[in-house]
């Protein structure tokens, strides 16, 4: 690394600080403001929830998968901040004695996702008192957490890194837009995207440090770990797909044969997939920070991966 990213990189540090410290929010002064959920509203945009990809659905029914999928974003967001909060007071233990800014900017990073994890257990519970019963998210945040924080750190900051850029496109380019959700939805994401975007450029900078200190054996096993994490969601996306469509199906109002169940299950995991893998792997600075770390064969690894996550498990 020369003098001048040494700069820059410093300078990027001390303007995540300044950010976090102008944009910090607090839960119920700025975001909930003494509101409630309204089941006539729509939670998740189209452009997320897939609602065209439910084809047998009628307007109230893909209203009613958009809160049933906005449930679930709010409680994925939960469940992934565990281990990512980790992850960052792991990796803030190397500036101890060193750029205090840097080190400053990481304990700001772990404050706001604690919050962040406050704010979603709240979500859960205010969208649930204005749901049916019977709605179930039985997977553990911590169990989760050992599990990812089991692979190398270079895995896991992919994934990290990963999932802050697809916040932040998922609040630009579908929630803002939508002029028909939930007042109190939108501003959920809008005050998360807020402090997001810190925890993006955090990421990266992270990332390129830790892997400068890697030989080319260990980046070459984290690429397959990385690999093997993104399988584990899938993992997960596919057993909440089936969770959401169960309770879809029992709470719908009407009966729903069993074709038209794989159907809606199908959809809900499509849905899922796009929302926390593909829009990621996607997202252009995903792929410019990755392709700058990894060789072509290592990329097409990758790729292979992904494409088998396109379609359906059976
Ligand atoms: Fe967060
Ligand atoms: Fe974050």
């Known amino acids: 690394m020369n003098a001048i990213d040494k700069i820059s990189d410093a300078g990027r540090y001390a303007r995540c600080v300044e950010t976090s410290k102008r944009v910090r929010w607090d839960i119920d002064e700025d975001v909930i403001r003494g509101r409630r959920f309204d089941a006539a509203h729509k939670f998740l945009p189209d452009g997320l ?26 409680n994925i967001f939960g469940l992934v901040e565990r281990f990512i909060n980790a992850k960052v007071l792991e990796l803030s233990h190397d500036h101890w004695f060193g750029d205090q800014v840097a080190l400053e900017a990481l304990v700001r990073f772990s404050d706001e996702e604690l919050k962040h994890q406050a704010l979603f257990r709240r979500i859960d519970a205010m969208a649930g008192a204005v749901l049916p019963d019977g709605y179930r998210f039985d997977i553990d945040p911590n169990g989760v957490a050992h599990a990812v924080l089991g692979k190398s750190t270079w895995a896991v900051l992919a994934l990290t890194l990963h999932i802050e850029l697809f916040t ?6 579908s929630i803002e837009p939508d002029t028909g959700l939930s007042e109190l939805f939108k501003d959920v994401f809008l005050y998360h995207w807020k402090e997001e975007s810190q925890h993006a ?8 440090r830790h892997d400068g200190g890697l030989t ?12 093997e994490l993104v399988a584990a969601v899938d993992g997960i996306l596919q057993a909440q797909a089936k969770a959401d469509a169960a309770y879809f199906r029992a709470n719908c109002g009407r009966a729903v044969g069993e ?56």
């Open 49 to 74: 929830s897939l609602a065209d990809a439910f084809t047998t659905l009628s307007a109230e029914e893909k209203r009613f998968v958009s809160q049933i999928q906005g449930r679930t974003y709010a």
């Open 216 to 227: 080319p054996e260990q980046r070459d096993r984290a690429v397959d770990e990385f690999i």
């Open 201 to 208: 450029i955090l990421d990266e900078l992270e990332w390129m």
């Open 259 to 314: 074709a038209e169940a794989r159907a809606i299950g199908a959809a809900f995991l499509k849905a899922y997939r796009w929302q926390y893998i593909h829009s990621g792997a996607r997202h252009p600075q995903f792929g410019k920070v990755l392709s700058s770390l990894i060789s072509e064969s290592q990329g097409q690894r990758i790729e292979v991966a992904l494409a088998a996550l396109r379609t359906s498990p059976e």
């Open 168 to 173: 932040q496109l998922h609040y630009r380019q």
